[in-house]
């Protein structure tokens, strides 16, 4: 039976700051909490109607259905909720193709952008420290497991790129034809806002600007972030 003490600190979770004062997120959904027991992340607790799909070293609490709807953050629960530990930050590769996000701030947009990432093999992705936090519950639902096979970091993206030594491409609305450019096997990309795009700010450090054309016809402003992500990392991985 979960108690008063263990609802409380689970629903602290869905805050940042609660995050970051005990160390801890929120995993829903027995798939997506074996990606990331695979990917080497710490488990405090599993709270599960289906006990005999872990292995028992973990700890588990049986719980019921009701119960679990009363701790889930989801509308229409899973069969599982887990408490993992925060992982320790790894520096970015940067002799590996670099995804950078800047000020991205849907969480439905960056777990898709996550879980393409992964999809794609695309393994270093750098967030501004104002890109919503990937451990937000909708975030980490939206990633599918995928948060856990990527090394996502958050920093200063001018500190970054001012010791960069690579190309960086942005994204805009005119630019180099993505269909047409050949990219280099070092390299970053930088993604913008949903709304803004790439700020101001890190306009000096873009060697090359490309953007998706679209059709003469189209009567559409702009893509999804997501959406325009996942061209955008087709492309530069030349498949």
């Known amino acids: 039976m979960i108690t008063k003490a263990q609802k409380k600190h689970i629903q602290s979770l869905q805050q940042k700051k609660y995050r970051k004062l005990y160390g801890e997120f929120v995993v829903e959904g027995n798939k997506s909490i074996n990606d990331f027991i695979k990917n080497a992340y710490q488990i405090k607790n599993i709270f599960t109607t289906t006990s005999d ?3 028992p070293k973990f700890p588990i609490e049986t719980i ?4 679990l709807k009363s701790i889930s953050f989801l509308k229409n629960p899973k069969d599982s909720l887990a408490i993992f530990s925060l992982k320790k ?5 940067i002799d590996d193709k670099i995804l950078i ?4 701030q849907d969480p439905g947009n960056l777990g898709t952008i996550i879980r393409t990432a992964d999809w794609f093999g695309i393994h270093q992705i750098l967030c501004s420290n104002e890109t919503v936090d990937a451990y937000n519950p909708k975030v980490v639902q939206a990633t599918m497991g995928s948060l856990g096979n990527v090394n996502l970091q958050y920093a200063c993206l001018s500190d970054f790129l001012k010791k960069y030594k690579y190309p960086v491409y942005g994204t805009f609305m005119e630019g180099k034809n993505i269909f047409k450019e050949k990219f280099p096997d070092k390299m970053a990309v930088i993604i913008g806002n949903e709304g803004n795009g790439i700020r101001a700010e890190l306009m000096q450090f873009i060697t090359n600007k490309i953007t998706i054309p679209k059709d003469e016809k189209a ?3 702009s893509l999804n972030a997501g959406i325009a ?3 955008v990392m087709e492309r530069i991985l030349g498949l």
């Open 101 to 104: 996000l800047d000020n991205i």
């Open 89 to 93: 930050a790894e520096n970015i590769d």
């Open 53 to 55: 799909f872990f292995d």
């Open 229 to 231: 992500t996942a061209i």
């Open 64 to 67: 019921n259905n009701k119960e």
């Open 219 to 221: 009567s559409a402003e």
